[in-house]
C-alpha cells in the first residue's frame, strides 16, 4: 500500500471524536505537535472540511490552515469543554476565523464527493476557452492560468501525495458558469481505497454526543 505512511501517521495520533448534529468531528494531535481536525458527514461519510495547526511557536499558537471546505470560516469544535474532560481541548479550532477576501477577488474552495475532488474558483468572469488547466506530475499539482494572464494559481492535491499518486492529466474536467470555474478530479482506485482505510481506522475510535446539540433537538420535539 503506497498510503501505508499516511495510516501509521494517522495511527500515531491521540484522537479525539464528537457527534454534532449531522457531523462527526474529529481532532488529531501528531506526535510531532501537529494537529489535524475533520468534520464528517454522518449521512455520507465524505469529509466536508479539513484543517491543520501546525506546531506551537514560541508566541502563542499558530494559526489553523485550510485544506478542505467550502466555505472555510469555523471549525466549531467543542469537544469535551462542557466537563472538562479531553485534555487541552481549549487548544482545538473553536475560536472563529474568516479568510476575508475582496468581493472580486477570485475565491478559491475545495470539496470532495465519493468519486470526486472538486475545486470552484468564483469570481472568474473569463469565458472558458481563457482558461488552461493542466495536471503537473513534477510540480504534484493543479495548474491553472489564463491565456489573457490575469490569473495563475498552482493547486496542490495531497490527497494523491499521500497515496504516492501524481496527478493525470485523463482525470480532469472542467467547466464554467456563473462566474465560477470548476475544476473536477476524478479519484484514482487506490485513493478511494485510502478513504475507506481511514473511516475503518476511524471505526474504533470513541464517540461522544455534543450534548447541547442533544437538548436542542430534545426541546424541539
Not at 484543517?51 to 469535551?80: D, F, T, V, Y
Not at 458558469?177 to 485513493?191: C, E, M, R, S
Amino acid at each position: 500500500m503506497s498510503y501505508e505512511n499516511w495510516l501509521n501517521y494517522l495511527t500515531s495520533a491521540e484522537k479525539n471524536s464528537m457527534i454534532s448534529g449531522r457531523l462527526r468531528k474529529v481532532l488529531y494531535k501528531f506526535p510531532d505537535g501537529q494537529q489535524m481536525a475533520e468534520d464528517y458527514s454522518l449521512d455520507t461519510g465524505i469529509v466536508l472540511r479539513r484543517a491543520w495547526r501546525k506546531c506551537k511557536q514560541l508566541m502563542g499558537q499558530p494559526e489553523w490552515e485550510i485544506e478542505l471546505g467550502e466555505e472555510p470560516r469555523q471549525l466549531n469544535w467543542s469537544g469535551n469543554k462542557a466537563n472538562g474532560a479531553g485534555g487541552d481541548v481549549d487548544n482545538t479550532p473553536d475560536d472563529d476565523f474568516m479568510l476575508r477576501e475582496s468581493n472580486s477577488a477570485p475565491l478559491l474552495a475545495k470539496r470532495v464527493t465519493k468519486k470526486n475532488i472538486e475545486w470552484r474558483i468564483r469570481n472568474m468572469p473569463y469565458p472558458l476557452e481563457v482558461y488552461n488547466v493542466s495536471a503537473s506530475p513534477e510540480q504534484r499539482s493543479i495548474v491553472v492560468r489564463t491565456t489573457n494572464k490575469k490569473y495563475y494559481k498552482v493547486i496542490p492535491v495531497p490527497e494523491l501525495d499521500r497515496c504516492g499518486t501524481p496527478p493525470a492529466q485523463a482525470n480532469l474536467s472542467v467547466h464554467h458558469q456563473f462566474n465560477t470555474l470548476i475544476i473536477t478530479y476524478l479519484k484514482p482506485a487506490i485513493l478511494c481505497e485510502m478513504e475507506a482505510q481511514v473511516l475503518l481506522l476511524l471505526k474504533d475510535v470513541e464517540t461522544e454526543t455534543d450534548m447541547d446539540d442533544l437538548l436542542k433537538g430534545l426541546m424541539a420535539k
